[in-house]
């Protein structure tokens, strides 16, 4: 008989209690639910039964290139309701994909959480604030548990609350760095692992069921955590299961790289030196230092300031976005995960509706992106928290200055 862990509904209801009780609360579910994806029968109170995203898969990064998080633990991914068979449904609700999580979780007390969040859960080529968005708006508004009709005194946006909780809560009982290196396993630019070592380290934490591994050029990068739960997400019981699906996640058996951080590709503060430019400097090159993939780096007054990330717009903290440069015409197209880059209105943009064909051709002035007035780019002020800061090409009344570097990755 395969032996089934419980993260009981105590010890994970403890967790989630660091959460406010402002609001309401969730619904209370009979001590007979049954467990997700287990059922026989159809069951209609879907506030204490997760249906149909029945299998809850917390997931994490290791992301080496460009660094994020700590360099020894792994990062929050998500927590994403999977249906029994693989497949999912996303972005469930439009109405309910709200665009001010912060904002959210402030109003509910979770300053503690957020900070935590702040370290421990955030994307490798965007802000924080826009990878919550996306996580909630396309994974939380599909768990059914946490509809509002399935709290008592539902406070408007609440369940948002919960999901967070919930997620970090279960990513904290889940320390797949600690794990791997309790067998031996530690990151490292010269050694390799098994397969079948790396599975077994998690394996024999998670009740002895297959944990997803995934791998990109041969090196861990993701490993997702399944789970069936009986009642409800917010304070229900998460029973360990293995993968419903096939994949099997592109990892070799043998040669497995697991790449350290400090040293394994660029972090968000490492930055070349600054260059001490001034407009109308030395003329522009074709590409100069640009080409491959890389970050751009915001500088001003002599400092680094942050970057610009991959909606072309310049962020002080947090995580700076990978663009690839490419040769074209007389100079080089950039494009980031969001899109190709152009400057429109005399405001830098990265989206996903400009095309090849209507991509700025950009010049450099050596690690500077360079534009028609040279290498000086403009912005109203530095921006500080999560503000970010839109980037023009010509100085009118903004009152900042700032260049735009290339710093390979």
């Known amino acids: 008989m395969t032996l089934v862990r419980l993260l009981t509904a105590g010890s994970l209801t403890v967790l989630c209690l660091a959460r406010s009780v402002l609001g309401g609360a969730p619904k209370t579910c009979a001590g007979t639910t049954q467990l997700s994806c287990h059922n026989t029968t159809a069951v209609a109170d879907t ?25 020894d633990s792994w990062t929050i991914h998500g927590l ?41 859960w955030l994307p490798n080529d965007s802000t924080g604030e826009e990878f919550w968005e996306h ?8 768990v059914s548990t946490l509809e509002p009709s399935c709290f008592t005194d ?48 998690l394996s024999k934490n998670h009740g002895g ?32 299961a293995s993968p419903d699906n096939d994949n099997d996640g592109n990892c070799p058996s043998t040669g497995v790289k697991y790449l350290p951080k400090n040293g394994g ?39 680094t300031k942050g970057c ?17 440069a490419a040769s074209s015409g007389s100079g080089f197209t950039l494009q980031s995960s969001k899109g190709y880059c152009s400057v429109s209105g005399g405001e830098l943009a990265c989206t996903a509706s400009i095309s090849s064909a209507d ?26 928290g999560s503000t970010q800061g839109t980037v023009y090409s010509e100085k009118g009344s903004h009152g900042t200055t700032l260049q735009i570097q290339w710093a390979n990755v």
């Not at 996580?135 to 599909?142: D, I, L, N, P």
Request: hydrophobic fraction near 25%; include cysteine.
């Open 359 to 384: 991509a700025n051709i950009f010049t450099a002035d050596g690690t500077n992106l360079a534009n028609s007035g040279g290498n000086d780019w403009y912005a109203d002020s530095v921006p500080s």
């Open 209 to 240: 069921e297959t944990v997803y591994i995934g791998c990109s050029s041969s090196a861990i990068e993701q490993v997702y955590y399944y789970f069936n739960v009986y009642g409800s997400v917010a304070n229900g019981q998460f029973v360990p």
């Open 308 to 324: 610009i990330i991959s909606g072309g717009t310049w962020y002080s903290s947090g995580t700076c976005a990978t663009f690839t």
């Open 135 to 142: 996580e909630w708006g396309k994974h939380g508004t599909c």
């Open 47 to 71: 506030c204490c039964f997760n249906y149909p995203g029945g299998s809850l898969l917390q997931t994490q990064f290791w992301d080496t290139d460009p660094v994020v998080g700590p360099d």
């Open 265 to 303: 590709g660029s972090t968000t503060t490492t930055t070349s030196t600054p260059t001490s430019t001034t407009s109308g400097g030395s003329s522009p090159t074709a590409t100069g230092s640009f080409s491959g993939k890389g970050t751009l780096n915001a500088v001003t007054g002599g400092s």
């Open 154 to 201: 539902y406070q408007a946006t609440e369940e948002v609350s919960y999901f967070f909780n919930t997620t970090v809560s279960l990513f904290k009982t889940l320390p797949t760095y600690k794990w791997l290196s309790d067998a031996g396993i530690t990151p490292s630019s010269s050694t390799t692992y098994k397969l079948s070592d790396i599975q077994a380290a």
């Open 80 to 120: 994403w309701p999977d249906h029994c068979d693989g497949t999912y449904d996303s972005t469930c609700d439009s109405r309910r994909a709200y665009t001010n999580i912060s904002d959210i979780l402030k109003a509910f007390g979770d300053d503690d959480l957020l900070s935590y969040m702040e370290e421990y």
